[in-house]
């Protein structure tokens, strides 16, 4: 994979939307403190207060915002971030009213509402919008990025630009625009039956999936067995033993409480979760140049903020994990290999018709 090292404050312009938080349904609970650290940082290092030019002359206008989203999550503390620093950038002609904790739309109905042209701007994610734009699938496939300086290259480097262009496209076809999006975690393999060190030792392990043809065709081809689920029912269903395993990113293996009945959890990396920003086209049509601007501006400083702090905190929620009693396993360089190849070889080729001029950036 080409990769370029960038610089996580860098304020990056014209890259599109990606949705929340596709693992098992939103961050129910997550740590505040961090959040607020988040919130305290992006307000101490903002231009608040100023503007980024001359708007006396634009009329007023006032966007309302819906995320799922908590409002104590970092993503939650950052989508009204988003408002004060749009409304500061703009002398307080731009104002957004921010709704997180789904009290106006959950994710699908979010979409449906900004495809209605009911709300201005949302958030949500790219598992959710797939299910209206099936190009948005692609960033679902196994192992298309494996760690997070690669994920930070298919979010805001150079060298994706055009494959996210095509993202782009296929999102504004249901009349939505794409704003920024970035990727909250990388998943993670958890399981109460053995510790899993190489692919081998997936086989037959009952694993919850989302209800996702990529998801499913991935852990067939690592010898596991899939069960499609909604996320209300896992943890009910690992109390129960009706799966033996599931797989998110760690910070939501803890929040959700699944650590509680999986003992083993190995950083496998297999699939990144990818989310982000997008607003009704009709409203971003009607919206003055200059509005779009700072409003592009600050969204993709935010996705970039998120990131960090979810890169950052890896090790932290590694660590309460293995205080939780869980063990944490890395893969060796070999067992990891073994399953990007056999992903690559297996499952890619399913979709390499559909998703071919996407999958043409990688190597």
């Known amino acids: 994979m080409r990769k370029k090292i960038i610089k996580m404050m860098a304020c990056v312009c014209g890259v599109f939307a990606l949705g929340s938080l596709s693992a098992c349904g939103s961050k129910s609970v997550e740590s505040s403190t961090s959040a607020a650290a988040v919130g305290t940082e992006a307000a101490n290092e903002s231009d608040s207060g100023t503007t980024t030019g001359d708007f006396s002359n634009l009329e007023d206008v006032k966007w309302r915002f819906s995320t799922q989203t908590t409002s104590g999550t970092v993503v939650g503390q950052m989508a009204n971030w988003i408002a004060e620093e749009v409304s500061a950038r703009t002398g307080g002609k731009f104002t957004i009213e921010v709704y997180t904790d789904a009290v106006l739309y959950s994710d699908r109905e979010c979409i449906e509402a900004l495809t209605a042209g009911s709300i201005e701007a949302g958030q949500g994610s790219y598992g959710t919008l797939s299910n209206f734009v099936d190009y948005c699938n692609v960033v679902s496939l196994p192992y298309l990025v494996s760690n997070w300086e690669e994920a930070n290259d298919l979010c805001f ?43 081998a030792d997936m086989a037959g392990l009952k694993v919850r999936v989302q209800q996702n043809d990529v998801y499913i065709d991935t852990f067939n081809a690592l010898g596991a067995y899939p069960v499609p689920m909604a996320a209300s029912e896992v943890l009910v269903s690992l109390q129960q033993g009706t799966i033996d395993a599931e797989e998110n990113p760690l910070d939501f293996i803890y929040n959700d409480g699944f650590y509680e009945f999986q003992k083993y959890i190995t950083v496998t990396n297999h699939i990144a979760t990818f989310s982000g920003y997008y607003v009704s086209g009709a409203a971003w049509d009607a919206l003055p140049e200059e509005y779009q601007k700072v409003y592009t501006d ?26 939780g009693g869980c063990e944490v396993t890395d893969l060796s360089e070999d067992a990891m290999e073994e399953m990007k190849t056999t992903c690559k070889e297996t499952v890619w080729p399913k979709y390499e018709d559909k998703y071919a001029e996407f999958l043409s950036y990688f190597d």
């Not at 262009?165 to 990727?183: M, V």
């Not at 993709?300 to 905190?313: D, F, K, S």
């Open 157 to 199: 480097g150079e060298n994706f630009a055009d494959a996210r262009k095509l993202l782009s496209d296929a999102i504004e076809a249901i009349g939505l625009h794409p704003l920024a999006f970035y990727c909250p975690g990388l998943r993670s393999f958890s399981n109460n039956v053995r510790p899993v060190n190489t692919m």
């Open 298 to 323: 600050v969204t993709t400083e935010a996705c970039q903020r998120i990131m960090q702090q979810a890169e950052e905190e890896e090790a932290k929620y590694r660590q309460l994990l293995a205080e």
